[in-house]
């Protein structure tokens, strides 16, 4: 694991949208079933034990109770990329595959529950090693805000193939509950993505094969997420935030209560959406949606068209679908469609709360509750998404309104959603590049032999295609990029309809 001295890369952004940022690419690599999420973790409330899910088939299976030693949030879990259930961590511990305690040194470190504490990532260049993103507590209510994160390696060799924690590191201060993960435009290692309490800071961290490098690198972008009412933190500092399937957009909110229980519901949350460069970890503010309260969940659709977000009015809580594919901002905002609602009597009850992407192609809704709402179709407009109450089931088991924290896509797994084509499924053709990099004004192909009909398109940072090149052109193996501004693009080579391949190559002058 790599640790360097703690100071901080800044990169200022202000208010205003920046599209360079935005890449709508594939990975390129072998792809698989999306096995590395097959299993998932559920917390649970109060004096009821956590449960153990898969997603090996079209339905999930409720494998049983998961023994966690508290009740609550934060949970996250791994498998291999054959399916096999291989760690989790839960409320400070990390847990082998049959529930045995692998870990324990958080434990006392905790300062209660975190939405998003957690998250797992495959080592870059390792067979077994894994690198665990913990955040270790939460700013509490007339005290200093100081929390840390905490980084633990968990190699799987050990312990007969239980695993073993070999390192861990404690860095960074004033974290808010926010934690995801996409994997890096490099197509090898992997970002974790944070958010500062008290600023506007976004801190996103670079996994490689030497571990968490804990120096991030720093965007200034959106609202800063601070105390609203009063003197009372309240909650804040918690709200998901998600990454879109591609790792291009994202989304987050915060519930932003006051310190009055009864007046939660009319208070404004933040609901913002960014763009996301998956090359140099930088955030950039994309848009505002306003109107919501009580956010504590969101998440996009798997093709990146739809994003959902749960709340609370005075009257009803709610579950809304925007169609991110409308137009510019304002058409945006004006998509706003109802999926759910519910009149309430009380505030917490079976409100809508984390949202959580499976690999059977469901969106899943928690809910203070004994069962958890699926939208059946989220990448379908309105009401065709099929938002059902009580989908799944869960036992005897009392459901914490929070989710298992997970990657959704790895380089070595994808997801692959039954009956729909998905996220594009790309094999590199070998022998396919572009040079020179960066490139002034002609960039050279080399292509592949036997491709029967090649054809080039290069797309810019926003993923608009800027330049097409038919088979004749392409065949030339060369390409006049002299009327391109400055920048990166992607290059990716189709044979007809097929995607082959695709390169980012910089134009600069």
């Known amino acids: 694991m790599r640790f360097r001295d703690d100071q901080m890369v800044l990169r200022m952004r202000s208010h205003r949208i920046i599209l360079t940022a935005c890449f709508i690419v594939p990975w390129i690599g072998h792809l698989h079933g999306q096995r590395r999420n097959e299993n998932a973790l559920l917390m649970?409330?109060?004096?009821?034990?956590?449960?153990?899910?898969?997603?090996?088939?079209?339905?999930?299976?409720?494998?049983?109770?998961?023994?966690?030693?508290?009740?609550?949030?934060?949970?996250?879990?791994?498998?291999?990329?054959?399916?096999?259930?291989?760690?989790?961590?839960?409320?400070?511990?990390?847990?082998?595959?049959?529930?045995?305690?692998?870990?324990?040194?958080?434990?006392?470190?905790?300062?209660?529950?975190?939405?998003?504490?957690?998250?797992?990532?495959?080592?870059?260049?390792?067979?077994?090693v894994y690198d665990l993103f913990v955040i270790k507590n939460a700013p509490q209510q007339g005290s200093d805000v100081f929390v840390e994160a905490a980084c633990l390696s968990v190699d799987m060799a050990l312990n007969g193939g239980l695993g073993g924690v070999t390192a861990s590191v404690s860095f960074g201060a004033n974290y808010t509950e926010k934690l995801c993960g996409t994997p890096h435009g490099n197509g090898t290692d992997y970002w974790a993505l944070t958010h500062e309490w008290g600023t506007n800071a976004f801190r996103a961290?670079?996994?490689?094969?030497?571990?968490?490098?804990?120096?991030?690198?720093?965007?200034?972008?959106?609202?800063?997420?601070?105390?609203?009412?009063?003197?009372?933190?309240?909650?804040?500092?918690?709200?998901?935030?998600?990454?879109?399937?591609?790792?291009h957009l994202i989304a987050l909110c915060t519930q932003n209560t006051p310190c009055e229980e009864g007046s939660w519901a009319i208070q404004p949350a933040i609901v913002q959406l960014f763009h996301f460069n998956d090359l140099t970890g930088d955030v950039s503010y994309w848009m505002d949606l306003p109107d919501h309260h009580m956010t504590y969940?969101?998440?996009?659709?798997?093709?990146?068209?739809?994003?959902?977000?749960?709340?609370?009015?005075?009257?009803?809580?709610?579950?809304?679908?925007?169609?991110?594919?409308?137009?510019?901002?304002?058409?945006?905002?004006?998509?706003?469609?109802?999926?759910?609602?519910?009149?309430?009597?009380?505030?917490?009850?079976l409100r809508p709360s984390a949202m959580s992407f499976a690999p059977d192609g469901r969106l899943y809704v928690s809910h203070l509750g004994t069962s958890l709402d699926a939208i059946l179709h989220p990448d379908l407009p309105g009401a065709d998404c099929g938002y059902t109450v009580g989908y799944f089931p869960l036992a005897n088991m009392h459901y914490f309104a929070s989710h298992c924290n997970q990657l959704k896509r790895y380089h070595d797994s994808e997801y692959k959603r039954p009956g729909t084509v998905g996220f594009p499924s790309v094999v590199q053709a070998p022998g396919f590049g572009a040079w020179p990099n960066p490139a002034a004004s002609v960039l050279h192909l080399g292509l592949p032999n036997g491709i029967v009909s090649p054809d080039i398109h290069i797309c810019d940072a926003t993923g608009r295609t800027v330049h097409v090149s038919g088979p004749q052109a392409a065949r030339t193996g060369t390409i006049d990029v002299s009327s391109l501004a400055n920048g990166l693009y992607t290059v990716s080579l189709l044979d007809g309809s097929r995607i082959l391949g695709a390169t980012r190559v910089v134009v600069q002058r």
Not at 93 to 121: A, C, K, M, P
Request: charged share 15%.
């Open 44 to 128: 649970g409330y109060t004096q009821y034990a956590g449960s153990k899910l898969n997603f090996a088939n079209t339905t999930p299976l409720d494998l049983g109770e998961f023994p966690f030693l508290a009740w609550g949030e934060c949970s996250s879990a791994i498998s291999d990329t054959s399916g096999n259930f291989l760690f989790g961590f839960g409320t400070g511990v990390v847990y082998d595959h049959v529930g045995g305690v692998i870990d324990q040194s958080l434990w006392y470190e905790l300062n209660g529950d975190v939405t998003q504490g957690s998250l797992i990532f495959p080592r870059p260049g390792t067979t077994g």
């Open 205 to 247: 961290y670079r996994i490689d094969a030497a571990g968490l490098d804990t120096v991030p690198m720093v965007s200034l972008a959106g609202s800063p997420h601070t105390e609203a009412y009063g003197d009372c933190l309240r909650t804040n500092y918690q709200g998901e935030m998600k990454f879109s399937y591609a790792g």
């Open 297 to 349: 969940g969101l998440d996009f659709s798997q093709d990146g068209s739809k994003l959902y977000v749960a709340g609370s009015d005075t009257v009803v809580h709610y579950v809304d679908q925007y169609d991110l594919d409308a137009g510019d901002t304002t058409a945006i905002i004006a998509s706003r469609y109802r999926v759910y609602d519910s009149t309430y009597t009380e505030i917490s009850s």
